[in-house]
């Protein structure tokens, strides 16, 4: 069993920059797929980025190039730095973990607006 817990959510003005936590308790952090992924009002919930157990990491086209995946196993925690924020990446972002024999985790969410 894995809990996740995300943090770092607000109200930012478009241009802005936001850091997302999320922190796992549980054992074997460092083997699971980590991922974060979105939601927006009225739309299906969308992949944005992981990051496998070794640093691979994935982006959606949408974000490439202004958020950042990363995690510190040490710390079983993973963080989204999201930078140039734009009013369309307004969603509540969720935290994942998955591995292929052990199942897949949510966290319960964080809500990331940008807006002037």
């Known amino acids: 069993q894995v809990q996740l817990v995300e943090s770092g959510g607000g109200l930012v003005q478009p241009g802005g920059s936001l850091r997302l936590s999320c922190a796992a308790s549980?054992?074997?952090?460092?083997?699971?797929?980590m991922g974060w992924y979105r939601q927006a009002p009225g739309k299906e919930r969308e992949l944005v980025a992981t990051?496998?157990?070794?640093?691979?990491?994935y982006y959606a086209d949408s974000v490439k190039g202004r958020f950042t995946i990363s995690r510190d196993n040490a710390k079983n925690t993973v963080y989204l730095q999201l930078n140039s924020l734009k009013t369309e990446d307004t969603a509540v972002y969720y935290c994942?973990?998955?591995?292929?024999?052990?199942?897949?985790?949510w966290g319960q969410g964080t809500q990331v607006t940008v807006s002037s």
């Open positions: 994942k973990a998955a591995h292929v024999s052990l199942g897949s985790y």
């Open positions: 549980g054992s074997m952090f460092s083997i699971y797929v």
């Open positions: 990051i496998t157990s070794g640093g691979s990491t």
